[in-house]
Structure formats: structure tokens, C-alpha cells
């Protein structure tokens, strides 16, 4: 979407509660602030797919624009809400959605933002954070994760067969939401930090429901990412054990953060690979 265009969709003055939406369609291609795109990213195709933008109607009256991918045909389909990194959906969390297509999934990505703002033009991560992901409240993106799951079942999702992935911000957004949603079957976290500082938008980490996750959780890291240090990735492994919940986390020891990150630099094929597998073990395990 040209920069024109997007303005179009604003309003001329933005109410100081930001009651109205600054997001009301996905953008297009990759985020600014990641830019330039490496050689190796991946392009899954549709065939065989339906996929493309909806939008969503949340709890609080909202439509909140998502990209949905499922197998053509009839029928209902296990599904996956798909959680965004830092930078909104965009083409990297598009293909992920394909990707799970092909693999029988009915996989959402909701634009979670989509009320605070538009990542895609930000070309400064620290600002993408602080004028966005920071306004951003963990109850808002539950009940909003609630929505779409409820979406995916009356569009040719099963009503029975829920999971999760999400990839950095959304790694722990997995986390906190297998708390949530007793009827979450299993998720599967991307390198999402585990504990932190706490604030009003987010007033409780990971760490702190150690033995209250509704659903089990497998978690990807690396041990070589210096946003979320090993002893932290240890402290939850044993909360954990001493709860004797059924999450394990992996950690993949040469690995960077976003290391399944396929348009960046810290890209890792074999890991990422890997913990790919792994995750869609695990969602047939706990039968989704």
C-alpha cells in the first residue's frame, strides 16, 4: 500500500484515546525497519490454498484485519492463530500461514496493532516499540486472540482443535495466552522473552504462570540471543519441573534470536527447520 493511500484511511485528527482504528487494512510486502530482505526468504504458494485478507470482528465492536490460510475445499480444519513479531503482519507472517496450510491448518494471523498503529511504515525499531508495541495491552490482545479463534470456527474452522505459534513478541504472547484459554489444546513459542519488566499494558510475564497454563507449550530459543539471556530460559525450565507441567522448551545452541526469521540475517535453515517439525509434532500430540 503506497504511503498515500494509507493516509487516506486516517482520520484528520486522531482522538487522544485512539478510539478509532489506524489500521483497517494489512500491509503490503515486508516491514521497512527490516528491510533490506535477504536471498534465502521463502515464498510458499497458494495452490491448492485459500488465502488472503479478512477482517475480524472483535469483542469491542472493532473489524480488525487478518490473513487467513486453509486447504480449498469443505470440510473444518484444525486452527492455528498465528501471533506477529514486532512488526505486524506482514509477508513473513503471511507465508508462515501458508506454510501451515499446506500442512492442514485453517492458520489466522490477526493485525493485532491494528488499533494502536501501523508498524509497516516505521523504519526505526525502537520507535516501532515505543510509539506502538508499548501501548499495546495484553488484555486487549486476549481478547482479541479470543475473537479470532471464535472467527476461525464459523469460516471452516474445527470447533474442537485450537493452537498457537508466535514468533518474538509473539513468543511470549503464546505463553501468556495458553494462561488464558482453557480451550486451547497446545502453542508453540518462538523465542518469546519469558520475564521482564512489568507495567500496566503488561502487568504479569510468562514466568509467573509457572504451573497455570491451560494448554502445553513448546518453546524454540537460541543461545545465542542477547535479548533473552540462558539463565532466564533456565529459570522457566525449572518452574516448570517443579510443577510438573508438560511444556519443554528447546534451545538451539548456535541460534540468534529470529532464527526462523527466513527474510533477516539471523536466519538459521537447519534450526529453523527443526523446531518446524517439532512444533507440528507437538500439535498432533495434544491433537490438533
Given at each position: 500500500?503506497?504511503?498515500?493511500?494509507?493516509?487516506?484511511?486516517?482520520?484528520?485528527?486522531?482522538?487522544?484515546?485512539?478510539?478509532?482504528?489506524?489500521?483497517?487494512?494489512?500491509?503490503?510486502?515486508?516491514?521497512?525497519?527490516?528491510?533490506?530482505?535477504?536471498?534465502?526468504?521463502?515464498?510458499?504458494?497458494?495452490?491448492?490454498?485459500?488465502?488472503?485478507?479478512?477482517?475480524?470482528?472483535?469483542?469491542?465492536?472493532?473489524?480488525?484485519?487478518?490473513?487467513?490460510?486453509?486447504?480449498?475445499?469443505?470440510?473444518?480444519?484444525?486452527?492455528?492463530?498465528?501471533?506477529?513479531?514486532?512488526?505486524?503482519?506482514?509477508?513473513?507472517?503471511?507465508?508462515?500461514?501458508?506454510?501451515?496450510?499446506?500442512?492442514?491448518?485453517?492458520?489466522?494471523?490477526?493485525?493485532?496493532?491494528?488499533?494502536q498503529g501501523?508498524v509497516s511504515?516505521?523504519?526505526?525499531?525502537?520507535?516501532?516499540?515505543?510509539?506502538?508495541?508499548s501501548k499495546?495491552?495484553?488484555?486487549?490482545?486476549?481478547?482479541?486472540?479470543?475473537?479470532?479463534?471464535?472467527?476461525?470456527?464459523?469460516?471452516?474452522?474445527?470447533?474442537?482443535?485450537?493452537?498457537?505459534?508466535?514468533?518474538?513478541?509473539?513468543?511470549?504472547?503464546?505463553?501468556?495466552?495458553?494462561?488464558?484459554?482453557?480451550?486451547?489444546?497446545?502453542?508453540?513459542?518462538?523465542?518469546?522473552?519469558?520475564?521482564?519488566?512489568?507495567?500496566?499494558?503488561?502487568?504479569?510475564?510468562?514466568?509467573?504462570?509457572?504451573?497455570?497454563?491451560?494448554?502445553?507449550?513448546?518453546?524454540?530459543?537460541?543461545?545465542?540471543?542477547?535479548?533473552?539471556?540462558?539463565?532466564?530460559?533456565?529459570?522457566?525450565?525449572?518452574?516448570?519441573?517443579?510443577?510438573?507441567?508438560?511444556?519443554?522448551?528447546?534451545?538451539?545452541?548456535?541460534?540468534?534470536?529470529?532464527?526462523?526469521?527466513?527474510?533477516?540475517?539471523?536466519?538459521?535453515?537447519?534450526?529453523?527447520?527443526?523446531?518446524?517439525?517439532?512444533?507440528?509434532?507437538?500439535?498432533?500430540?495434544?491433537?490438533?
Amino acid at each position: 500500500m503506497a504511503t498515500s493511500d494509507l493516509k487516506s484511511l486516517l482520520p484528520d485528527v486522531l482522538p487522544e484515546n485512539r478510539r478509532d482504528f489506524l489500521v483497517s487494512k494489512l500491509a503490503v510486502g515486508f516491514a521497512l525497519a527490516v528491510r533490506p530482505i535477504g536471498a534465502q526468504t521463502i515464498v510458499t504458494d497458494t495452490k491448492g490454498l485459500t488465502a488472503g485478507e479478512v477482517q475480524i470482528l472483535m469483542a469491542d465492536g472493532k473489524m480488525v484485519p487478518a490473513y487467513r490460510a486453509r486447504p480449498t475445499g469443505g470440510g473444518r480444519f484444525p486452527t492455528v492463530l498465528v501471533v506477529q513479531e514486532i512488526f505486524g503482519v506482514h509477508e513473513h507472517i503471511k507465508d508462515l500461514c501458508r506454510r501451515l496450510a499446506k500442512s492442514g491448518y485453517m492458520a489466522v494471523a490477526p493485525e493485532l496493532f491494528a488499533r494502536q498503529g501501523d508498524v509497516s511504515k516505521i523504519e526505526n525499531i525502537q520507535e516501532i516499540i515505543d510509539k506502538v508495541v508499548s501501548k499495546v495491552p495484553d488484555s486487549q490482545v486476549m481478547s482479541d486472540l479470543d475473537s479470532t479463534a471464535a472467527w476461525a470456527t464459523k469460516n471452516g474452522g474445527s470447533t474442537t482443535r485450537l493452537a498457537i505459534t508466535g514468533f518474538c513478541w509473539g513468543g511470549r504472547i503464546v505463553w501468556m495466552y495458553a494462561a488464558h484459554n482453557p480451550k486451547l489444546d497446545a502453542g508453540a513459542a518462538w523465542y518469546g522473552r519469558l520475564e521482564g519488566d512489568k507495567n500496566a499494558m503488561t502487568p504479569k510475564n510468562p514466568l509467573d504462570y509457572a504451573g497455570g497454563f491451560k494448554a502445553p507449550v513448546i518453546g524454540f530459543y537460541g543461545g545465542k540471543d542477547t535479548g533473552i539471556p540462558l539463565e532466564s530460559i533456565e529459570r522457566m525450565r525449572g518452574a516448570l519441573k517443579v510443577v510438573g507441567d508438560e511444556s519443554e522448551i528447546n534451545v538451539y545452541p548456535q541460534a540468534q534470536h529470529g532464527f526462523n526469521a527466513d527474510y533477516r540475517p539471523s536466519y538459521k535453515k537447519d534450526d529453523a527447520e527443526d523446531a518446524w517439525k517439532k512444533m507440528l509434532a507437538w500439535f498432533k500430540k495434544y491433537g490438533v
